[in-house]
């Protein structure tokens, strides 16, 4: 059974950093991607970042290009997202999750799932 297990989330003042990791469990991810989404109170699960585990190829949303950088471990199966100058609109639960597949900014092509973590910015 694929496990997927956040880590890093927190409170931090607006312009800080904050660093998230996920580690996967459960099977082979060879040829896997994973990503990381994001949701707000009151809003839509939205995309953050994605990166193929093999390869190490990446995309990310253009709110967070040039803040954020997503990165991987192959031998640990962990994935981790470095943000940098963050802002009160990144306030969200952040999930991780993985496909079997490109990296993709779609929800609906992602089969499994973290629990989330709580990210908090203040001004």
């Known amino acids: 059974q694929v496990q997927l297990v956040e880590s890093g989330g927190g409170l931090v003042q607006a312009g800080g950093s904050l660093r998230l990791s996920c580690a996967a469990s459960?099977?082979?991810?060879?040829?896997?991607?994973m990503g990381w989404f994001r949701q707000a109170p009151g809003k839509e699960r939205e995309f953050v970042a994605s990166?193929?585990?093999?390869?190490?190829?990446?995309r990310y949303a253009e709110p967070v290009k040039g803040r954020f950088a997503i990165s991987r471990d192959i031998a640990e199966n962990t994935v981790h997202l470095e943000m940098n100058n963050l802002k009160p609109e990144d306030t969200a639960v952040y999930y991780c999750?993985?496909?079997?597949?490109?990296?993709?900014?779609?929800?609906?092509?992602?089969?499994?799932w973290g629990q989330g973590t709580q990210v908090t910015v203040s001004s």
């Open positions: 999750a993985a496909r079997n597949g490109l990296p993709s900014g779609k929800i609906n092509e992602f089969d499994y």
């Open positions: 459960g099977r082979t991810f060879s040829g896997y991607s």
């Open positions: 990166i193929r585990l093999n390869g190490g190829w990446t």
